[in-house]
């Protein structure tokens, strides 16, 4: 759910079971713990580390083994299949996804042909037609370097954060126990596993489910964090809090803005939309949100994204004497009864005409808790009404620092009241069931930093809250600073020194490798240029006017030209070679496009300087790193024919380093 870093996990082999009336009851303790940072601030203070928790997910053997003799022809590949090794005759054109096996075990099946090329006598998955029709089970010879051949996809892909016990990696799986290992990185979006299978004893039987439970926690001092110390975005405010009564105004068409008759009902935090208004007097108003009209600022309270306790996000902490909430004999006094408190509280300053039954209700269940001759009550009333769908805003703000189950055993006070003699008498086998599911599922207890009674939040509503939203980066900014200084389509360079002769543009397209007249030629100014012999003083001052007349219009086709004749083949490139970007990451993307203006196309430095780490798995920053490393340690290889440049070319590789990586603190995607 968002980038972090592995700290804990634990990987059952397989299902683990426990007896019961019908048979073995399975589920899964298998489980993974991610942390998290975020700094909205200059300083730690205004920060928080807080982790993710995924349990009962699918364990090792609920995955197919990898069949490792399954290929098939990579994408956007067609490859020829011959008859035998001599490959005079091509039988058929195998096309991508085609399906074959192959066991790079037999010797005999690889050989090396006199091109240099490596070929595989490989066997039919499926059935091909070509010069010949194959069948399924027809073995033909075909090239497998180059990654032309790779291996097939497995119907269940496994979870990312087992990458280092999956080939080509060689680390040994400790199965059944928890494991803390260095912290490895884990991105938003990577698959964190699939739901386990997962059966619960009923009175008729059991319940059975795929699931997973996940958590979001924290032990740092989280009323604090939701404090925003340090007072960050409050200059671009996000939300506003607007008090139940305060008068909606009108703007008329004439631009004159006024008081209306209606006033807000209710007290609610908003999200700014649209742009604020002000009057002749310099008064600000915002978008009221539903209520149609305007509101005035001066009866707000702008608050930054990060003004979280603002926002409705409130603390309380709970010291259960048991971890039965509601056990129907005796009633609940802490974390229940606190949410009751605060559903009434909100019900009955609700000017809305329904919350004043809600408060109604809230308020005879307090009552009732508050009875001392009212001890029994139905549990499944209580649940419903922490349920209430109209609350639930309310709810899944509620931070609570609790005792999690996860830590304690069952010798643990907090579980006494469950693990009583009287259910060992009474209920021996469910007893039994209840205390082996806690010992095969506890954890927290092994994890360095884990405590008693973290801070819990909801984990999709918190996570949204903090979450930063996407802002558009435009493509290719960082390559047009060092190539042409940010001065525009017109920039005229004169090539003294530069073995790829003179350049002109955003993006200095260069004239003795043919690029700027590849472009001339499917430029909408063609006919402008035709005819002027590129480096000449007379086409340099046509490119210039160009510019000068056209400017927007020049720098945009010079820019799809760039995208599409280098970015978008580099791009090409690296999914050829198993490198394939599925995100939009800024400084990734600009990367790419700065690499591929700066060195061609079809460059393999970032093949090169990556090939030691997997590209999927490492950080921005890693990739980054190594990448303009790898431009620094050979500016004297790849501009050879350049030497007065060497100096000037590592200057950029070191400051274009700095910016890039600088640009992945921030949450910039490409459109």
Request: hydrophobic content about 35%; proline content about 6%; glycine content about 8%.
């Amino acid at each position: 759910m968002a980038d972090g870093e592995v700290v804990a996990y634990r990987i059952n082999r397989d299902y683990l079971s426990v007896p019961w009336y019908w048979g073995d009851l399975c589920y899964s303790g298998s489980f993974v713990l991610i942390r998290h940072r975020i700094q909205p601030g200059k300083t730690a203070e205004s920060g928080l580390t807080f982790y993710t928790l995924y349990m009962h997910l699918a364990p090792w053997l609920a995955y197919p083994e990898r069949d490792s003799t399954a290929f098939q022809v990579a994408d956007g590949q067609r490859l020829k299949a011959y008859v035998d090794a001599s490959r005079q005759w091509v039988a058929a054109e195998l096309p991508s996804g085609t399906r074959v096996t192959w066991d790079k075990a037999v010797s005999a099946d690889t050989m090396t042909g006199s091109n240099g090329r490596q070929y595989a006598h490989v066997t039919l998955a499926e059935p091909v037609t070509g010069c010949m029709s194959l069948s399924t089970g027809d073995r033909v010879w075909t090239v497998c370097d180059r990654e032309n051949l790779v291996p097939a996809r497995d119907s269940a892909t496994r979870p990312a954060w087992w990458s280092p016990f999956l080939p080509p990696s060689r680390e040994t799986v400790q199965f059944d126990t928890v494991v803390c290992p260095t912290p490895y990185p884990i991105k938003a979006g990577d698959p964190v596993g699939h739901l386990g299978w997962f059966q619960v004893p009923g009175e008729d039987g059991h319940e059975k489910r795929y699931q997973v439970h996940i958590e979001c926690l924290t032990t740092d001092d989280l009323p604090h964090f939701l404090s925003n110390p340090e007072g960050t975005g409050r200059d671009m405010p996000a939300f506003a809090r607007c008090p139940k009564d305060i008068p909606v105004y009108l703007q008329f068409s004439g631009g004159e803005i006024q008081k209306g008759l209606i006033t807000t009902q209710t007290e609610t935090v908003m999200a700014l939309s649209g742009q604020a208004v002000t009057d002749k007097e310099g008064k600000r108003y915002w978008p009221g949100g539903s209520s149609r009209g305007l509101l005035a600022e001066s009866d707000m309270q702008l608050l930054s994204r990060y003004d979280l306790a603002g926002r409705g996000f409130e603390t309380t902490e709970d010291s259960p004497a048991s971890f039965d909430h509601l056990d129907g004999k005796t009633q609940p006094k802490g974390l229940v009864k606190t949410i009751f408190e605060r559903f009434f509280s909100v019900a009955d300053n609700d000017g809305k005409p329904y919350s004043k039954a809600v408060a109604f209700n809230y308020r005879q269940l307090l009552d009732r808790i508050d009875d001392a001759k009212s001890s029994r009550y139905n549990p499944e009333q209580y649940r419903r009404a922490v349920q209430n769908p109209s609350m639930r805003d309310h709810l899944y703000r509620l931070c609570v620092k609790h005792p999690s189950d996860w830590y304690y055993s069952s010798e643990a006070p907090v579980w006494k009241t469950f693990f009583t003699p009287q259910l060992k008498k009474e209920a021996p086998e469910w007893y039994a069931y209840s205390e082996k599911f806690l010992i095969d599922l506890r954890w927290m207890h092994r994890v360095a930093g884990m405590v008693e009674n973290p801070w819990h939040m909801h984990p999709l509503v918190f996570l949204d809250a903090i979450a930063m939203n996407a802002k558009v980066w435009v493509l290719g900014t960082t390559s047009e600073h060092y190539e042409s200084g940010g001065r525009g389509p017109g920039v005229v360079s004169s090539g003294r020194g530069d073995h790829g002769g003179a350049s002109y543009g955003c993006y200095q397209l260069s004239s003795k490798p043919g690029v700027v007249q590849d472009y001339i030629q499917q430029s909408k100014y063609k006919d402008r240029l035709t005819g002027l012999q590129v480096g000449t003083q007379e086409f340099n001052t046509e490119w210039k006017k160009i510019a000068s007349e056209h400017k927007e219009d020049f720098a945009h086709e010079q820019y799809l030209f760039i995208k599409k004749t280098h970015y978008e083949v580099q791009l090409g490139f690296l999914g050829k070679k198993g490198i394939n970007i599925k995100h939009k990451r800024a400084a990734i993307h600009d990367m790419i496009w700065s690499t591929s203006v700066q060195y061609g196309p079809y460059t393999d430095i970032i093949i090169k300087a990556t090939k030691e780490f997997s590209f999927e798995n490492a950080t921005d920053a890693q990739i980054i790193t190594a990448v303009q490393d790898y431009k620094y340690a050979h500016v004297e290889t790849k501009f050879a024919s350049s030497p007065t440049l060497w100096s000037g070319l590592k200057d950029r590789v070191v400051s274009e380093k700095s910016k890039l990586l600088d640009l992945t603190q921030y949450n910039y995607e490409v459109e």
